[in-house]
């Protein structure tokens, strides 16, 4: 023992670092702009800038803060530039990343109420707020019958939902004998790929997946999903599980939930609402006509961590009776058994999906909650669609372009007139330029350009830059044609 030797940070050295990382952080922000919002490197440029072997001894912390700078930030894509138009928004805040800072502090493993009971309290009054906050049924509530768990995404969201839809419909005679074959799925043609994903997971088959047509909306057609049920169960066949989207990846759709839901209902057929992106827009009261319907579902979803200033991962689940959930998912090894759990006084969050173990990250989103307030949240999310339609505007008002939906929120999908070549010329060339970074889709089989808003720094002075930006790219195609 005479020649052990510590290798850990001592807390003196953690402070001191830590306020070295807290300003990289702050500087990172102050520069975001200047850097090309989509990376610039080249496959494998990252690895090539790495040693071919670890080492073998310890090397200080400013030579690893530095190597950040130098290797890993040239293969950053920038999600929380102000400039970032593509996809979802995956935002960030000061108040989420100090949350995220005090939840890897702790260590916390919250996989029972006994292994951190404020762990546990926190999240389940975190999800409860929300409720309020978005207006959501008072069945989603903990202290009914349903409840609220994070997961990390919308797609473990959507397993869940589905493997307690198929426990239901079996009497759990599934997680026993497996799949016959006989349960059907629905979602429409629009909905998030993490649909079929959860399907092939659960063991029920991609062709037991009815994707069904949308109008010119993009919204499922509930007269489509009424005929494809009958088909099934006339052919033997059982109906259980449906997904409808609150606010589609691709354009925004919004699928009608008091139509499908009452579709749903008349058949038995559990009903989960994926509201990922969208489902944010509720904290405005203007905007809850999103979710009317939502009283009919059996389980619902959003992320705050897609437009709720609360970093990933961070997704909020709900269900009607958490009862059918936890017992789909609920396995109690000796190893686990406690006397809290026992006495059936807590709630055990490892029942509620798919991994044991789990974060505290209840933590970041009460941070983001109490330093912003709702109304605080609520001014970003009407500032973010009011530029949208400011921009939607002025797609309308040039000939040279078309808005290939009227935007129900903060996507815009447009397309210049010229043809799809011309499109996917343009969004390569904005993009390769680094100042902005914009997505794409395929609406009515024509290629069509994303404009999303809704990153954390985004004001209305990067809107007006990226329609100057777009407006000069194709101006400099249009002189090439």
Same mark, same amino acid.
């Given at each position: 023992?005479?020649?052990?030797? #510590? ?9 001191? +670092? ?33 040693? !071919? +072997? ?18 890993? =930030? ?37 996989? *029972? ?51 307690? !839809? ?12 497996? /799949? ?21 997971? &659960? ?60 579709? /749903? ?37 959003? #992320? ?32 686990? %058994? ?43 999310? %009407? ?13 309308? &008002? ?31 060339? =904005? ?15 024509? *290629?069509?350009? %994303? ?31």
């Amino acid at each position: 023992m005479s020649n052990y030797q #510590n290798y850990h940070m001592t807390p003196e050295e953690f402070r001191r +670092h830590g306020r070295q990382v807290v300003d990289w952080i702050a500087d990172y922000y102050e520069s975001i702009e200047s850097m090309p919002v989509l990376s610039q490197s080249k496959p494998g440029q990252t690895r090539a800038s790495l040693p !071919a +072997h670890p080492p073998e001894d310890g090397e200080t912390f400013e030579a690893i803060l530095a190597d950040v700078g130098d290797i890993i =930030l040239p293969g950053v894509t920038h999600w929380q530039s102000p400039n970032f138009f593509a996809f979802f928004p995956a935002n960030a805040s000061g108040p989420a990343i100090l949350g995220e800072l005090l939840s890897a502090g702790l260590g916390v493993q919250g996989m *029972l109420w006994a292994t951190s009971p404020a762990c546990t309290e926190l999240e389940t009054h975190m999800l409860d707020w929300l409720v309020e906050m978005l207006g959501l049924p008072e069945k989603f509530l903990s202290t009914g019958s349903g409840g609220g768990v994070i997961q990390d995404s919308a797609s473990s969201a959507a397993l869940c939902a589905l493997l307690a !839809a198929r426990e239901r419909a079996t009497g759990l005679a599934s997680n026993e004998q497996g /799949c016959d074959g006989s349960l059907v799925a629905y979602t429409s043609n629009q909905a998030h790929s993490s649909i079929e994903k959860a399907v092939k997971i &659960a063991g029920l088959g991609r062709q037991n997946l009815r994707l069904v047509d949308v109008d010119d909306r993009w919204a499922m057609r509930p007269d489509l999903l009424a005929a494809q049920i009958k088909n099934d169960q006339q052919a033997g066949r059982v109906p259980f599980f449906a997904a409808a989207t609150v606010g589609t990846t691709s354009s925004n759709g919004l699928d009608p939930l008091p139509e499908i839901g009452n579709i /749903c209902s008349a058949n038995d057929i559990w009903l989960h609402v994926d509201a990922a992106m969208a489902g944010t827009a509720a904290l405005c009261p203007e905007f809850r006509w999103i979710q009317k319907g939502l009283e009919l579902a059996d389980s619902y979803c959003f #992320n705050p961590h897609k437009w709720m200033f609360t970093n990933f991962d961070c997704d909020c689940f709900y269900v009607a009776d958490r009862r059918t959930l936890i017992q789909a998912l609920s396995i109690l090894p000796e190893y686990l %058994r406690n006397q809290a759990t026992e006495s059936g006084a807590v709630i055990d969050y490892r029942d509620w999906h798919i991994p044991l173990g789990r974060r505290f990250r209840s933590l970041k989103l009460w941070f983001v909650i109490r330093y912003y307030g709702v109304e605080g949240l609520r001014n970003h999310i %009407r500032r973010h669609i009011a530029l949208a339609r400011m921009f939607a505007d002025w797609v309308a &008002a040039d000939d040279r372009f078309e808005l290939a939906m009227p935007p129900p929120l903060n996507l815009v999908c447009f397309r210049h007139r010229g043809g799809d070549e011309i499109n996917q010329q343009l969004i390569n060339r =904005l993009n390769r330029g680094g100042d902005i970074y914009l997505t794409h889709t395929s609406l009515h089989d024509r *290629l069509t350009l %994303r404009f999303c808003i809704g990153q954390t720094g985004t004001e209305q002075r990067h809107v007006v830059q990226a329609w100057h930006r777009i407006k000069g790219e194709a101006e400099a195609l249009e002189k090439n044609l």
